[in-house]
C-alpha cells in the first residue's frame, strides 16, 4: 500500500467512473465494503452531486491529494468483480494500442444494462424440505387439501419449481406454501432469471446432430497436440488451418472438453452469430452432449438488453463456463479463462468499424495472453499476419490438408470472360458453361449458390449519350439501381430516389445500367432456369429478423434450387446437396485501392469453393473472370495457401507493408474540403518532425471515396514497426494540437478496410 493508506489504517480504491470522461478518482472503502471492493469490482460513487457507477482500478491512495478529503464510496454493485483482472488488463492495453479512451474500452465491455447499475433478477422455486410419512400425509389431506396438493406435486418433481407457476397451475394461494414451510415442510429457494439465446434454434429444426464424429488421422493429431499445449497451462496460440471440410469443428470441440474437463473457462468466436445459427446450434448441442448441465451463452450484437445481462451475469458469476460469440464475446467474463477458439481467423468482420476500432483476433491473442490461456486460430485461409507469425516461430502450426471421408476439393473451373466477350456481341451475366451445369444441377435434384458480391440490380446508371452517371448528392459514388422498387440508390449513406427513364442530365432516354448486382442475377437464372426454385440473399431480402434462417433451413430442406447471394452467404455454410458454386464476377474483388485486395480474392475464392462438395458427391466450382491468369485465382484453383502466401508475401516484403510493419489510418472529415487539406497537411508536419524516426507518414491526400454523407475526406497514413510506442504518442499530439471545430479525425490501428 502507498503512503497515506497505511499512515490512516484505511482502505482507499482508485475508481475509473463510467461518466463519459477518462480520469481515475479515489474513494474511502467504508469497513463493510472492504471485502467486496476489490480490483475490478462496479461501484457506486459520488462526484460532484450525483452518484456515478465505476470500476476499481487499483487499490492504494493517490499520490497527491490529502486522503482526509477523499469521499466514501457508496456501495459495490455485486459480489463478483464485473472486470475480471485479465479484463482491466485488456482494457488497459486496448487504450493504448487502438488510440481510444478506456472509459469507451470498458463501455464496450459491460452491457448497458450492468453500466445502469442492473440488480440480480431473481425468482422464487419452491422445494421439499422434508419428506411427510404416510400417515403425517394422510392427516395433511383431511386438514388442509389444498396444501397436500401442493405437497404432492412438488414431492413428483426432480428438481425445485418456479413457485408462481405452480401456484397458478395447482390453483392455490401463497398462504398454502407458506404454510408448509412455516412447518418446515417445503422450503423457498431464489434463482437468477434468465434467457437463453436460441432456444427457438432447436423448435425451428435447426438442431444438428449431437453424436460425436470418429475423428479421422490428422483431426486425430491435431487433437492430441492441442491437448498437449492445454495441459501446459500457459499462454500459447496455436494456428490450426485445415482446408474447407477438414472438419476443424470438431477439432475445437474435443479442445473444448479438454478445456472444460480441466476445470477452464472457455470463449468461441465466429465472425457473425447472426450469420451462422447453423454453427451455434451445432456446437451448442456437442457442448451439451460432452459435459451435461453445461450453460453455453450466447453472444452477439442483436440480443436484447435483458438476454445479454443474464449471459454476462451467468458468466462473471461462474454459472456459465462457456461462451460463443461474434468480437465482442471476447470481453466476456470468462472465469478462469483456458482456451480460446477463433474460428474464421482471417474474417475481417473481426475488426469493428468503429470506436474503439479493435480486431477481436489480436484482442484474443493478448487476452489469451493476460490470462495464460491458449488461443487456437483457425481458418482456411489463414491472414497472412497469422502465418508469418508461424514463420517467425511465435505460434504453433497445425495442419489438416484433407476433407472428412476423403471427400475431394471440388474442381475449380474458370470462364475467362475475355473469349466469351469474343464470342458474344452483348456479354451475358451467366457463361453458357454456368448456365448449363446449372441446368444439369436442376436435372439431377442438386443445389447451386451464385455469388455476386453487390446487392442491387447494377451498379451503375450510364447515358450512352451525354456519359452521365447519376451519383449521390451527398457522397462521391455512383448509385446503384434497384429493380424491385425501381430506385437508385446509395449504398454508403442509404439516400435513394426514383430511378429515371431519360438521362437527368441531357434528357437522352438511352440509358445503360452497368454492372452486375443480386436481382440482376437472380433475374437472369429465372430465364435459364424457369423451373428452378430461387431465392435471393442479400441485406435488402434479409432486413427482416429470422428471415435469414427461414432461408436456410429451407435451403437444407431442399426447397430452393438456387441461391443467390452477395458474400455475407459464403461464410461457414455446410449444406451436403450443393454440388455447384459460380462466383459471378471474380474480378469486384480485385480491383480495389487495398493493398489486401489479392489476399482477399484468395479468400473469398477458396472459402466460396469450399461451400460446393461437402456431401458424397464431388462439387463442381465455376469462376468468371477477365483476368484468369490473376495469381489469387490460380493458387486458389488448387487451395494452394502456401504458393499464394509465399508469392503476396513477397509483394508486401518488397512495399514493406503489413505484415512486415503495421498500418494506421488517420481520417479527417469535415465540410471544408481546402481546410482539411491545409489541418491535414499542419499536422503531417508536426508528426513528422516529432515522430520522423519511428514512423513513415504517406499522405495526406484525398480519400478514395472523397465524400460521404455531405462531408469530406481527406487522409493520412502511418507504417511503423512499434504500435505502442507511436500511438500514445499519436495520442498526446493530437489532444494539444489546435484542431478547428468542424473538423472530425478518426485514428484506426491495423485497419482492414482501406476504402
Ligand atoms: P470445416 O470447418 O473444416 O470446413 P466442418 O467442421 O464444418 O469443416 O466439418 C465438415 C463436415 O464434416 C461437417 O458436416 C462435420 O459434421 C463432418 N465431420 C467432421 N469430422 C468428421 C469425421 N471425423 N468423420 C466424418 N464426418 C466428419
Ligand atoms: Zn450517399
Redesign the pocket.
Known amino acids: 500500500m502507498r503512503r497515506g493508506a497505511a499512515q490512516h489504517g484505511a482502505m482507499i480504491v482508485g475508481v475509473h467512473p463510467l461518466a463519459g470522461f477518462d480520469k481515475v478518482l479515489h474513494y474511502r472503502v467504508p469497513e463493510p465494503m472492504r471485502a467486496a471492493a476489490q480490483v475490478g469490482a462496479l461501484v457506486r460513487v459520488p462526484i460532484v452531486n450525483t452518484m456515478k457507477l465505476g470500476i476499481v482500478g487499483e487499490i492504494g491512495a493517490p499520490a497527491d491529494f490529502p486522503v482526509e478529503r477523499l469521499k466514501t464510496l457508496a456501495q459495490v454493485v455485486y459480489p463478483f468483480p464485473a472486470l475480471p483482472p485479465d479484463l482491466l488488463g485488456l482494457a488497459r492495453w486496448m487504450a493504448r494500442y487502438y488510440a481510444c479512451g478506456l472509459d469507451s474500452i470498458i463501455e464496450t465491455m459491460i452491457p448497458a444494462a450492468v453500466r445502469r447499475g442492473a440488480g440480480l433478477k431473481q425468482e422464487k422455486l419452491l422445494a421439499i424440505a422434508r419428506r411427510l410419512p404416510a400417515d403425517e400425509l394422510a392427516a395433511l389431506e383431511k386438514k388442509a387439501p389444498a396444501q397436500a396438493k401442493l405437497y404432492r406435486f412438488l414431492e413428483q418433481q426432480f428438481r425445485p419449481q418456479p413457485k408462481a407457476l405452480v401456484l397458478a397451475r395447482l390453483a392455490v394461494t401463497a398462504a398454502v406454501a407458506s404454510g408448509l414451510e412455516k412447518r418446515g415442510v417445503l422450503r423457498e429457494e431464489t434463482r437468477r432469471i434468465e434467457r437463453t439465446a436460441y432456444e427457438d434454434d432447436h423448435a425451428a429444426g435447426e438442431l444438428?446432430?449431437a453424436q460425436p464424429?470418429?475423428?479421422?488421422e490428422e483431426?486425430q493429431r491435431a487433437t492430441d497436440a492441442l491437448a498437449a499445449s492445454l495441459a501446459e497451462n500457459k499462454f500459447g496460440v496455436t494456428l490450426l488451418h485445415?482446408?474447407?471440410?477438414?472438419?476443424?469443428?470438431?477439432?475445437?470441440l474435443r479442445a473444448i472438453a479438454a478445456a472444460l474437463a480441466a476445470g477452464g473457462g472457455v470463449a468461441f468466436l465466429v465472425p457473425e452469430v447472426a450469420l451462422t445459427p447453423q454453427?451455434v446450434a451445432?456446437l451448442r448441442s456437442r457442448l451439451e452432449a460432452i459435459a451435461p448441465g453445461l450453460r453455453c451463452v450466447v453472444w452477439h450484437s442483436h440480443l436484447s438488453e435483458g438476454e445479454r445481462l443474464d449471459g454476462w451475469l451467468a458468466m462473471a458469476t461462474g454459472e456459465a463456463r462457456v461462451v460463443v460469440g461474434a468480437r465482442s464475446a471476447i470481453f466476456a467474463p470468462v472465469q478462469n479463462l483456458r482456451l480460446i477458439v477463433i474460428?474464421e481467423e482471417h474474417e475481417p468482420a473481426y475488426k469493428q468499424d468503429e470506436t474503439p476500432r479493435y480486431h477481436g483476433r489480436d484482442v484474443a491473442v493478448m487476452r489469451a495472453k493476460l490470462a495464460g490461456a491458449l488461443c487456437v486460430l483457425?481458418s482456411?485461409t489463414p491472414s497472412l499476419e497469422s502465418f508469418t507469425n508461424v514463420e517467425a516461430g511465435k505460434y504453433k502450426l497445425l495442419q489438416?490438408t484433407q476433407?472428412?471421408?476423403a471427400r475431394k476439393l471440388p474442381y475449380i473451373d474458370i470462364v475467362d470472360l475475355r473469349i466469351e466477350a469474343m464470342k458474344q456481341r452483348t456479354l451475358p451475366a451467366l457463361s453458357g458453361k454456368l448456365v448449363r451445369a446449372m441446368q444439369d444441377r436442376l436435372e439431377r435434384r442438386e443445389q447451386t449458390i451464385l455469388f455476386i458480391n453487390r446487392r442491387g440490380y447494377s451498379s451503375s446508371m450510364l447515358c450512352t449519350k451525354c456519359g452521365h452517371t447519376e451519383e449521390c448528392s451527398h457522397c462521391s459514388i455512383a448509385m446503384t439501381y434497384h429493380r424491385s422498387d425501381e430506385t437508385l440508390r446509395c449504398h454508403l449513406c442509404g439516400d435513394q430516389r426514383n430511378a429515371p427513364a431519360r438521362c437527368p442530365k441531357c434528357g437522352a432516354p438511352e440509358i445503360r445500367w452497368r454492372g452486375l448486382g443480386t436481382q440482376r442475377i437472380e433475374e437472369a437464372v429465372r430465364r435459364v432456369v424457369p423451373r428452378a426454385r430461387i431465392e435471393r440473399m442479400d441485406t435488402d431480402t434479409m432486413s427482416k429478423k429470422n428471415r435469414f434462417r427461414e432461408v436456410l433451413a429451407a435451403f437444407r430442406a431442399g426447397k430452393i434450387d438456387v441461391l443467390v447471394g452477395t458474400q455475407m452467404i459464403g461464410k461457414?455454410l455446410?449444406f451436403?446437396n450443393v454440388t455447384l458454386v459460380g462466383l459471378v464476377d471474380a474480378d469486384m474483388s480485385m480491383h480495389v485501392p487495398d493493398f489486401r485486395a489479392n489476399e482477399r480474392t484468395f479468400q473469398l475464392l477458396v472459402q466460396v469453393a469450399?461451400r460446393a462438395g461437402?456431401g458424397d458427391r464431388a462439387g463442381e466450382v465455376i469462376v468468371q473472370t477477365f483476368t484468369p491468369q490473376a495469381e489469387a485465382i490460380q493458387f486458389s484453383r488448387q487451395a494452394d495457401f502456401a504458393g499464394f502466401a509465399a508469392a503476396e508475401l513477397k509483394i508486401r516484403k518488397d512495399f514493406n507493408y503489413p505484415p512486415y510493419r503495421h498500418l494506421i489510418h488517420h481520417l479527417f472529415r469535415g465540410p471544408n474540403p481546402e481546410k482539411l487539406q491545409f489541418f491535414a497537411e499542419q499536422w503531417a508536419k508536426l508528426v513528422e518532425k516529432t515522430l520522423g524516426d519511428r514512423v513513415e507518414l504517406r499522405g495526406p491526400s484525398a480519400s478514395p471515396i472523397e465524400k460521404i454523407k455531405d462531408e469530406y475526406r481527406w487522409q493520412l497514413w502511418y507504417f511503423t514497426h512499434a504500435v505502442t510506442k507511436v500511438v500514445p504518442e499519436l495520442q498526446r499530439l493530437r489532444a494539444e494540437f489546435a484542431w478547428p471545430d468542424d473538423l472530425t479525425q478518426v485514428i484506426d490501428v491495423d485497419p482492414v478496410n482501406l476504402t
Open positions: 444438428v446432430a464424429h470418429r475423428l479421422n483431426q485445415g482446408v474447407t471440410g477438414s472438419g476443424k469443428t470438431e477439432v475445437y454453427t451445432r474460428d483457425g482456411a489438416l476433407r472428412v471421408d461457414g455446410d451436403p469450399g461437402r
